[in-house]
């Protein structure tokens, strides 16, 4: 076979394909921004969960297609994209100035769009690069102390929802794992939890949907004694293991939903006089008492699902340096006894 038949059956083949294919061709010419952000979208970027790309939809139209407009790819500059944050941050023609994490988002989503664009030749360089953007103030976490804890668990003796409140600042699960567990999740042999998936509502379908973990790495925790007793009570050993059952349910035996919890740990945080306490900050809370109790950083780390160990220290290593003072103090105590 001589080079021609090679390179028409080459070509054959990539007829083919594209014939077959979903992926519109994409032309480059005179294409505006929003055009090109939405062929990425489209085409480009794949295997992202279907939250997500709301989020991404949501950005290109109600932002960047709000303030580019007709504006050609290719003519967008370094200038521009900074007007673009700029505008977002002091809020012109939006009900209100966007927060830091929102306005960091949007820039994303345009930063990625524009990256493919540079991978495939069609701009030189990246206008989203190098942009100033705001920073995020970390509000420091909001655990519950000793005496709040007292006080909520002798409030939710007999409450309904005792056993999720409970499970939850044993295991520091978010509130999207927690609603999602399935009593496939759960291990009576080993005494373990298989958190492997979330439950989330989808906005564009309005209905709640099983989606990857937010680090899309599954992971299992040992159970305390308490947390495997509680489960217990939800699967006894007649129950088959199953996939659709879910854990904890309301009244109708559906899966509890985030306002659900929201609502009962509201009334109830409010009746002992710390109405600001969140569902959150069990999680936060469930993660200072761990390292109160000793616990290293990359367990916990492990344990709550964060993607690195430097993240879990940033949040929580306030906690450490008090620990370390508390410490520091009782060996200097300890010690005096040698003087």
């Excluded at 480009?44 to 580019?68: L, M, P």
């Excluded at 009593?183 to 990857?212: A, M, P």
């Excluded at 949040?315 to 010690?335: F, P, R, S, T």
Aim: aromatic share 10%; proline share 3%; glycine share 4%.
């Amino acid at each position: 076979m001589n080079n021609a038949e090679n390179h028409k059956n080459s070509q054959d083949v990539l007829e083919y394909m594209r014939s077959i294919s979903n992926i519109p061709k994409y032309e480059s010419s005179a294409t505006t921004l929003i055009e090109w952000c939405e062929y990425w979208l489209q085409t480009r970027a794949n295997n992202i969960k279907e939250s997500t790309r709301s989020s991404y939809e949501a950005a290109i139209k109600n932002h960047i297609q709000r303030v580019f407009k007709e504006m050609r790819l290719d003519e967008i500059t370094s200038e521009d994209v900074q007007l673009f944050i700029n505008s977002l941050i002091i809020g012109y023609q939006l009900p209100k100035p966007l927060n830091p994490k929102t306005i960091r988002n949007i820039h994303g989503v345009l930063h990625k769009a524009l990256n493919v664009a540079v991978t495939l030749n069609y701009i030189k360089n990246n206008a989203a690069k190098d942009v100033v953007l705001p920073q995020i103030e970390r509000k420091p976490p909001n655990p519950l102390t000793d005496v709040q804890l007292e006080k909520f668990f002798e409030r939710i003796k007999n409450h309904e929802k005792a056993d999720i409140f409970t499970f939850d600042l044993l295991t520091g699960l978010r509130e999207s794992e927690l609603i999602g567990l399935t009593l496939d999740c759960f291990n009576r042999e080993e005494r373990t939890l298989n958190v492997y998936r979330q439950l989330v509502y989808n906005k564009r379908t309005n209905i709640y949907e099983f989606t990857s973990l937010k680090n899309s790495k599954s992971r299992v925790l040992s159970l305390t004694d308490q947390a495997y007793e509680i489960l217990c009570k939800y699967h006894t050993d007649t129950i088959i293991y199953s996939k659709d059952i879910f854990i904890f349910q309301n009244r109708n035996g559906e899966h509890l939903t985030p306002a659900a919890l929201y609502n009962s740990l509201k009334k109830v945080m409010k009746s002992i006089g710390y109405p600001k306490v969140t569902f959150h900050d069990l999680r936060h809370t469930h993660a200072v008492l761990s390292l109160k109790a000793g616990m290293d950083i990359k367990t916990l780390q492990y344990n709550l699902g964060h993607y690195s160990a430097a993240f879990t220290l940033d949040v929580y290593g306030h906690c450490l340096n008090e620990m370390q003072i508390h410490g520091a103090e009782q060996l200097g105590n300890y010690m005096k006894k040698f003087e």
